[in-house]
């Protein structure tokens, strides 16, 4: 008992001074998502990092994988700088990562492959920037009505999805959005999640397209 009680407050007394490091810097060896990496310090110690004060779109969510590629674009294989912020639940330093001069936590949001983090955003300026990524439609934005991460983590998406009252969904139907003049097959995450004020059905995609609508980014190729 007494060494269990030894090696948790070693434990915790790593983490602590982990927390207070003003930075860490590594390579890139690995990243899990839009918002997570792994480095490899000088000491041949990995770190895993959490990209703070944003949020990723999950694995199963759509833009998921896009949200991976694109901070592998940004991060991978680079050495990164990371301002610590904090530890979370994990055990993951949390923190704004720096890629090659980039700011990969805002460069994802300007993107549109994050949400920013509102429980734990404490830089404002973020806010402008998710907000000019909105307004262009990018990345996720380009969905009329995409799901923040942290509800769908809840298992909210049901009953969102539920709310949409929308005409009943048929296998090769094709649903435009009006507002944003994009298409969805029913095959892709978006198909369901349109105000139905908003749906423009068509018979074919080249009816969509020949009416000046374009396929959704995230529909299967």
């Known amino acids: 008992?007494?060494?269990s009680l030894t090696v948790f407050v070693v434990v915790?007394?790593?983490?602590?001074?982990?927390?207070?490091?003003?930075?860490?810097k590594g390579k890139v060896v690995s990243i899990a998502d839009g918002d997570t990496l792994t480095i490899l310090q000088n000491d041949k110690t990995q770190k895993r990092i959490r990209l703070g004060e944003i949020d990723a779109p999950e694995s199963k969510q759509a833009f998921g994988q896009r949200s991976k590629e694109s901070l592998i674009q940004l991060c991978g294989?680079?050495?990164?700088?990371?301002?610590?912020?904090?530890?979370?639940?994990?055990?993951?330093?949390?923190?704004?990562?720096?890629?090659?001069?980039?700011?990969?936590?805002?460069?994802?949001l300007r993107r549109g492959m994050a949400w920013v983090y509102d429980s734990y955003a404490k830089d404002k300026s973020l806010y402008g920037v998710q907000s000019q990524a909105k307004k262009a439609r990018k990345g996720l934005w380009s969905d009329a009505n995409p799901v923040p991460p942290w509800l769908w983590r809840k298992g909210q998406t049901t009953a969102w999805a539920a709310s949409q009252t929308g005409p009943k969904v048929v296998n090769g139907d094709v649903r435009g959005n009006k507002n944003s003049k994009v298409y969805h097959l029913s095959n892709c995450p978006g198909y369901t999640a349109m105000s139905p004020k908003n749906v423009q059905?068509?018979?074919?995609?080249?009816?969509?397209?020949?009416?000046?609508?374009?396929?959704?980014?995230?529909?299967?190729?």
């Open 201 to 221: 059905p068509f018979k074919t995609e080249k009816e969509a397209r020949a009416a000046g609508f374009r396929k959704a980014g995230n529909c299967p190729k």
């Open 77 to 108: 294989g680079q050495n990164a700088v990371v301002q610590v912020q904090d530890i979370d639940r994990y055990g993951r330093v949390v923190g704004r990562v720096n890629c090659n001069g980039v700011d990969a936590n805002v460069e994802q």
């Open 12 to 24: 915790l007394n790593t983490l602590f001074g982990q927390a207070q490091a003003a930075q860490l």
């Open 1 to 3: 008992m007494k060494k």
